[in-house]
Nanobody, 122 residues
């Protein structure tokens, strides 16, 4: 199971760092890890993905150059550094695991767990 945390209320153009921790016997080193978000009334959407060795990353176009995904396999953790936040970034953020590189569909990810709320005030 994965647990995202680190969200909160931030002003526009501010920054937040989200963390995702794996619990139990979930060892993230085996998986590509992704961040997704879901705004009220909308479907869950892809934000970022990182390969097992951190050698490859991918981002949704609207967050490129503002968000950075990273991981620490030794700590079983994944991170999302979010800078220059905008009101449209307001959503519940989730982390998920997959073995399918190139997938940006939440259907291909699992072990979601509880998300963390990010609210950006303008």
């Amino acid at each position: 199971q994965l647990q995202a945390f680190g969200g909160g209320l931030v002003q526009a153009w501010g920054s937040l760092r989200l963390s995702c921790a794996a619990s139990g016997r979930t060892f993230i080193s085996r998986y590509l890890m992704g961040w997704f978000r879901q705004a009220p009334g909308k479907e869950r959407e892809f934000v970022a993905i990182i390969s097992q060795s951190s050698g490859s990353v991918g981002y949704e176009d609207s967050v490129k150059s503002r968000f950075t995904i990273s991981r620490d396999n030794a700590k079983n953790m994944v991170y999302l550094q979010m800078n220059s936040l905008k009101s449209e970034d307001t959503a519940v953020y989730y982390c998920g695991a997959t073995t399918i590189w190139g997938s940006r569909s939440p259907r291909d990810f699992s072990s979601w767990g509880q998300g963390t709320q990010v609210t950006v005030s303008s």
